[in-house]
């Protein structure tokens, strides 16, 4: 199990510290550990590209039916789009680069006396294709932090904010403001080749992720606490990092739950909303920090990211009706099965592609089993793992009873006192960043072209299916 020391190029008194603040750089001049990178994303491809012309050669080749259900029903499930990243297997969800979760969590870095694997060990793994070593995580992990300066206006933006407005929607505008600087964009206007996409893409994906967790710990705590700035420590990991600026726990605990959280949600394919969206813009070659606003706004959306949210509130409310009664599989049963015949739904269960248990759900439970087995909230959700998907298989209805990622996330913060169910979606966007980022830079580097299907009229759906 590799260790993590986390390094730093910038030092002064008391440790690493990163640039003052509004320090935007603009300079191409790769750091060592940025040079590598780049070296490595571009021998896998050289694969990779190769790959995609020699497809090319048979692009007649079918590999798909059609059909009116799947035009009318969201596109659910057309193959039609290429992401490199990660794949989501329907029995064995989500692997990145080939490796499943529990596979890259035992494999990927660790903070010092961690067990989980570090989020930007798997941006490095995304990005590349390897499990970086705990050096080349080190190194990678100081130089966001050394990238980590919010320029002053994304902050004098976010502070023209009403309080109350939605954690998301201060995200989404505090990305858009970011967007001035975009290195991306400069050098477009400057007429950098095709070639050259990639590299500035990676560019702004890095600095973009180095920020991300700076402005989304702003955004809580002017939100929710004094407003105060969050104190930053360089010397921790990223991750590590998020959890101790939001202030509202100081054990490695909730520093290893973030780890864990971040990392879990970092990618699943390109189909979902948010990573379809931001390909979709990033298509048009808009830079990354327009791609990830607008990818920001599909995952604030209640059958998205926002689910996680709505299923801690679900939890609670159950647990308030339970009115003290020790939950069990009989009263849980009998009380999901009301849920439904009421004609409500039981948030937390199901999943658009996957036919099993969310490994990601799974990981998590073993992380709460390990850390706070008897919190009240967290036995009534093992109880509802046993108790509702028999309820559900029971309708005839749902092709998937299990539970999903979200059954859980959202119990794990509240245990360790981040409680504020409308922060959660920035949570899981700052995690999801590093996913959709790696997207950007390998559609960049393989020169996928500006996305447009073919919409349809019903008139034509029906002439379609006349026909048949």
Not at 347 to 369: C, M, N, S, W
């Amino acid at each position: 199990m590799q260790r993590v020391a986390v390094l730093s190029q910038h030092v002064v008194a008391g440790g690493p510290a990163r640039p003052p603040l509004g320090a935007a750089a603009t300079s191409a001049a790769a750091s060592p550990i940025v040079a590598k990178l780049k070296g490595k994303i571009a021998a896998l491809a050289k694969d990779r590209v190769a790959l995609k012309a020699e497809l090319l050669k048979a692009g007649d080749t079918k590999i798909q039916d059609l059909t009116v259900e799947m035009c009318i029903n969201g596109a659910r499930s057309i193959k039609a789009m290429v992401t490199e990243t990660s794949d989501l297997d329907a029995a064995k969800g989500i692997a990145y680069r080939g490796l499943s979760l529990f596979e890259a969590n035992q494999k990927l870095p660790k903070a010092p006396g961690g067990e989980s694997g570090l989020p930007e060990a798997a941006f490095w793994l995304l990005l590349t294709g390897e499990i970086p070593s705990a050096e080349e995580t080190a190194a990678f992990t100081a130089e966001l932090h050394a990238r980590s300066a919010v320029p002053a206006n994304v902050l004098t933006t976010l502070a023209t904010l009403p309080k109350d407005t939605h954690p998301m929607t201060q995200l989404s505008m505090c990305m858009l403001a970011m967007q001035k600087d975009s290195k991306f964009s400069a050098k477009y206007q400057e007429g950098m080749m095709k070639n050259a996409y990639w590299e500035w893409a990676l560019e702004d994906a890095l600095d973009l992720i180095a920020r991300i967790p700076v402005v989304a710990a702003h955004i809580y705590r002017r939100t929710f606490k004094d407003g105060s700035a969050p104190p930053y420590d360089s010397k921790l990991d990223w991750a590590g990092n998020y959890a101790q600026m939001l202030g509202v726990n100081d054990s490695e605990a909730f520093k290893e739950c973030t780890r864990l959280y971040l990392m879990l949600h970092a990618d699943h394919e390109g189909g979902n909303v948010s990573a379809h969206t931001s390909h979709l813009v990033g298509s048009a070659l808009s830079d990354p920090y327009y791609s990830w606003a607008a990818g920001l706004c599909g995952l604030a959306g209640p059958l998205h990211g926002l689910a996680n949210q709505e299923c801690l509130r679900w939890l609670k409310e159950t647990q308030k009706n339970l009115g003290g009664q020790e939950p069990t599989v009989e009263i849980l049963t009998k009380y999901a099965q009301d849920t439904l015949a009421s004609g409500k739904v039981i948030p937390g269960f199901g999943h658009g592609v996957l036919r099993q248990t969310d490994p990601r759900y799974t990981i998590q439970k073993e992380f709460a089993e390990a850390h706070f087995p008897d919190d009240p909230l967290f036995k009534l959700a093992n109880v509802c793992f046993q108790a509702i998907p028999p309820v559900l298989q029971a309708t005839g209805k749902v092709k998937n009873p299990w539970p999903n990622v979200d059954a859980l996330s959202g119990t794990c913060m509240q245990y360790y006192g981040l409680n504020q169910e409308d922060y959660y979606t920035v949570v899981f966007a700052v995690s999801r960043s590093l996913g959709c980022m790696a997207n950007l830079v390998w559609s960049r580097m393989m020169g996928l072209p500006i996305e447009r299907p073919k919409s349809m009229t019903l008139d034509a759906l029906e002439a379609a299916a006349k026909k048949q």
